[in-house]
């Protein structure tokens, strides 16, 4: 019998829901950091009243995709 085991996991359906979450996230409005970091000087940051929890349950209303909160941490 043929090995059906391992293989990519990457399918063309989660890389779409990847971009959709990539999008959203995109929407939120960003600042500079107000550290002068001269490491990271293109570095933003979201507002500190965020979280993912709250990032994702904007998603899960604004879109009819079913996204895990899993999915959407990465």
């Known amino acids: 019998m043929p090995e059906n085991r391992g293989g990519a996991r990457n399918s063309s359906e ?28 293109g570095r933003k940051y979201l507002p500190a009243d965020l979280n993912v929890k709250k990032m994702h349950e904007l998603f899960r209303r604004q879109n009819d995709e079913h996204i895990t909160y899993s999915l959407y941490e990465l």
């Open 14 to 41: 989660k890389a779409a829901k990847r971009q959709l979450v990539k999008d959203h996230i995109k929407t939120f409005t960003c600042r500079a950091s107000h550290y002068a970091r001269r490491g990271a000087p």
